[in-house]
């Protein structure tokens, strides 16, 4: 298998302490598509999200909830997967950071490290912001209104002393550099990249990885006193996923390094500073690629269960509908970018791109092709110049969007589409079949074979996006399995003049609230 062909992506995963909200569901939304969109494209796929069940911020949110830290885990995690089935997400798996398998994990990854030289017990004295679980310098934190130190994110800081365990991070200050240099497309977007290199160049502290005053979380091997820092358990999620301690898995050596691993801009640092030197120093691959998107806000302030207003992602595909909503997450905001959630923008997503753009084109062209081909895809004749540089689109939209897909630009991916689908809706007013229906039936037939094409390939590349609706419009156009796939776009995979094809439904109505 080349390494073209194996395609590891990764959600962050996600604590415990609440519920899932919109941000969450954006992030495994915008995976799902991608994982979706590398499976259709022929590439061997693994797709992994779970939950994030260790650390003082579930133990006090246990507490809080006057519930065992396990049994409340238990509770939350599951609401965590249950979203992933209303989003239609297609992982592989699902972990729990209190699983067997990932304390086996965590601790090998430990004792890797250590063995290596890159541990040492001393004590931290400093300033911790449990909401973040993030350990800030003095020079780091900043004054609220009310005068009081609080981190750069706004979370609340208290002082800590206690024992614990360091890495040697400041070792890694060089090799992380070079590792940057060498892999230019390692963090995107730029912008992230530029931000993660001045931190490092600003010179790297050590890091406290455990912590005695709180049990939640894994025993430090061989020192029971001390559990391992919550970031350090829940970064190697992503290798216990593929087998890990065992290099050999069949999983481990296929999917990593990882391809992708998606995450929010706020957890950056964790992911593309403090993970891969940590595998740097267990002597095991950096991930490929860390994409940092951007942050999703209500009436411009961040969702948060204290403001009251998370917006809860089952009531919006209760009232939008599951495909709409993945839809619009893509596509509204440029993937990267901070976004505002307006239910004004949804809805007319809904009717401008969905019912006006797309689903007109396909249902027009279908239902002409029942009304005015007897229900049969006609035979073509000789394809003229319009019909030709709209095919031409048409085939080549597979590999625009793939390369950008591959940068983690599905809006950029969801503009090419939607440039396919102006062409087309204007080529159907031009062309007028409807007129040469009356003056001119072979020309007819070609330009509706050549609209039916095009909305072929539009099926086919709208499911990773909206794969019920996708499935529904390909129905239309009886499609079977193994004609779905990117392989089958292009003219090899063309329609076949005279399949009889059943009365078109329209697949995207508008939203009428
Ligand atoms: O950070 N807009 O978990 P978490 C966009 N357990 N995305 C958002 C968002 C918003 N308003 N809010 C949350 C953690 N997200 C750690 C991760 S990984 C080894 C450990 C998404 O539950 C976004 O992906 O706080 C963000 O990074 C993530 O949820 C944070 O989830």
Redesign the pocket.
């Known amino acids: 298998m080349s390494e073209r062909d194996s395609y590891y992506v990764t959600?962050?995963?996600?604590?415990?302490?609440?519920v899932?909200?919109?941000?969450?569901a954006?992030?495994t939304v915008a995976c799902d598509v991608l994982a979706r969109f590398m499976r259709l494209d022929g590439r061997r796929v693994r797709f992994l999200t779970g939950?994030?069940e260790h650390g003082q911020k579930v133990e006090k949110s246990a507490a809080a909830a006057d519930t065992e830290p396990l049994a409340f885990c238990d509770q939350v995690s599951q609401a965590f997967r249950d979203l992933t089935v209303a989003l239609n997400a297609s992982n592989d798996d699902f972990i729990r950071t209190t699983e067997a398998r990932h304390i086996e994990s965590v601790q090998a990854l430990w004792k890797r490290i250590a063995d290596n030289g890159h541990i040492e017990l001393g004590s931290y004295s400093g300033w911790y912001a449990v909401r973040?679980?993030a350990f800030y310098a003095e020079d780091e934190l900043v004054e609220n209104e009310a005068g009081e130190k609080i981190a750069p994110s706004g979370a609340p800081v208290e002082w800590t002393e206690e024992p614990s365990y360091f890495f040697k991070l400041s070792d890694f200050e060089q090799p992380l550099l070079e590792l940057y240099e060498s892999h230019p497309d390692m963090i995107l977007p730029d912008s992230r990249r530029n931000e993660v290199l001045s931190f490092v160049r600003g010179g790297l502290r050590d890091l406290s990885i455990s912590r005695t005053s709180f049990r939640w979380g894994i025993p430090v091997p061989g020192d029971d006193e001390h559990v391992m820092y919550?970031?350090l358990d829940?970064?190697t999620?992503?290798i216990t996923a593929l087998g890990f301690p065992d290099t050999d898995a069949e999983l481990y050596k296929t999917f990593w390094p990882a391809h992708t691993?998606?995450?929010?801009?706020?957890?950056l640092r964790?992911?593309a500073v403090y993970?891969p030197a940590f595998l740097l120093a267990a002597g095991l691959e950096p991930p490929k690629r860390i994409f940092?998107?951007?942050?999703?806000?209500v009436d411009g302030q961040?969702?948060s269960k204290s403001l009251g207003n998370a917006l809860n992602p089952l009531d919006l595909i209760e009232r939008y509908g599951l495909d709409p909503l993945r839809f619009f997450m893509l596509r509204e905001i440029p993937f990267g970018r901070?976004g505002d959630f307006s239910h004004d923008a949804m809805v007319t997503r809904m009717n401008v791109d969905l019912a006006n753009d797309l689903g007109n084109l396909a249902q027009r062209v279908l239902s002409m092709v029942h009304k005015s081909c007897d229900a049969h895809v006609p035979e073509p004749g000789e394809f003229t110049s319009d019909d030709n540089a709209l095919l031409a689109q048409a085939h080549a939209l597979v590999g625009v969007m793939r390369d950008n897909m591959e940068r983690e630009n599905p809006t950029g991916a969801l503009t090419a589409f939607f440039d396919l689908v102006g062409a087309a809706n204007r080529y159907v007013d031009t062309m007028a079949p409807w007129t040469l229906k009356k003056t001119d039936v072979p020309r007819m037939k070609t330009v509706l074979y050549t609209l039916a094409e095009v909305v072929r390939h539009l099926a086919v590349l709208i499911q990773p996006f909206m794969p019920d609706s996708a499935s529904t419009m390909l129905d239309q156009m009886c499609l079977a399995d193994d004609a779905r796939s990117f392989a089958s776009l292009g003219s090899g995979g063309a329609l076949k003049p005279g399949t009889e094809l059943p009365k078109p439904q329209g697949v995207f109505p508008r939203f009428e609230g």
């Not at 959600?11 to 609440?18: E, L, M």
């Not at 899932?20 to 969450?24: A, D, N, Q, W, Y």
């Not at 691993?261 to 957890?267: F, L």
């Not at 940092?292 to 806000?297: E, L, S």
């Open positions: 959600t962050p995963i996600y604590y415990v302490n609440d899932p909200h919109l941000g969450h954006y992030t939950t994030d973040d679980e919550v970031w829940a970064l999620n992503y691993h998606m995450v929010g801009k706020d957890i964790f992911h993970w940092a998107h951007g942050w999703w806000t961040k969702m901070d």
